[in-house]
């Protein structure tokens, strides 16, 4: 299997631009879920999916992103309008079941590094 | 908030030696706890899970949990170059995973 696949792998925007990140999850899997990592605030789960639903957005800092998931094997993340501060990694994992049932984990991407200047 | 604290880094050891991480957590009521290893650049990977009181060992690598106390350790130990990398513990609450800040370790050769 090829893995958890994002696009792009890099984005350098400027702010007030929309953004779109791209994710495609290991074929199977029914869970997908976002993450953004800072040195400030460390890898924070954004929002995950089940079965393409939106389960808990909790994690969305605010309106200005935007989550979703149209098919079992895509899922976009949009930030609309862009700011400095949401320069970060973002990373899409996915999973077979959630986390600590069995032994199924997450799988994440290689993650996508956004600038926004 | 649910929170994880991971002992502050950077974490040096000389090739051969234990690596000793720490790891506590806010929520009693968390279920399950990974350790992750993040190379600089690249995405997570998971290295150890664990899920009842007591250590796990799998290779080099021994996780141990107390739910008790609400901590949880990796040791790693012989050391080697290729473990130089940043180590996540992560604490599942309601089928989600917070993360700690994490602790970079550095292994001397």
């Known amino acids: 299997d090829a893995g958890v696949i994002q696009s792009p792998r890099h984005e350098v925007t400027e702010m007030g631009q929309e953004v779109t990140l791209r994710c495609k999850p290991i074929?199977?899997?029914?869970?997908l879920f976002w993450y953004r990592q800072t040195m400030m605030r460390g890898l924070e789960l954004l929002i995950y999916?089940?079965?393409?639903?939106?389960?808990?957005d909790s994690g969305m800092p605010e309106d200005r992103f935007s989550a979703k998931m149209p098919n079992a094997s895509f899922s976009t993340l949009k930030i609309q309008p862009s700011e400095p501060r949401d320069s970060a990694v973002y990373f899409c994992?996915?999973?077979?079941?959630?986390?600590?049932?069995?032994?199924?984990?997450?799988?994440f991407g290689p993650g996508t590094r956004l600038l926004v200047l | 908030q649910k929170e994880v604290e991971q002992n502050s880094g950077p974490l040096s050891v000389p090739e051969g030696a234990i690596a000793s991480l720490n790891c506590t957590y806010s929520?009693?009521?968390?279920?399950?706890f990974f350790w992750y290893r993040q190379y600089s650049g690249k995405s997570p990977e998971l290295i150890m899970f664990?899920?009842?009181?007591g250590d796990k060992e799998d290779g080099r690598f021994t996780a141990q949990l107390n739910k008790a106390s609400q901590y949880v350790s990796l040791l790693i130990r012989d050391s080697q170059p290729s473990d130089s990398a940043t180590y996540l513990c992560a604490v599942l609450s309601d089928y989600k995973l917070s993360f700690g800040a994490g602790t970079t370790v550095t292994v001397r050769a």
């Open positions: 994992a996915s999973s077979l079941l959630p986390s600590g049932a069995s032994q199924e984990t997450q799988y």
């Open positions: 929520d009693r009521g968390s279920q399950s």
């Open positions: 664990i899920y009842s009181n």
């Open positions: 999916f089940n079965n393409n639903v939106p389960i808990d």
């Open positions: 074929s199977g899997h029914d869970y």
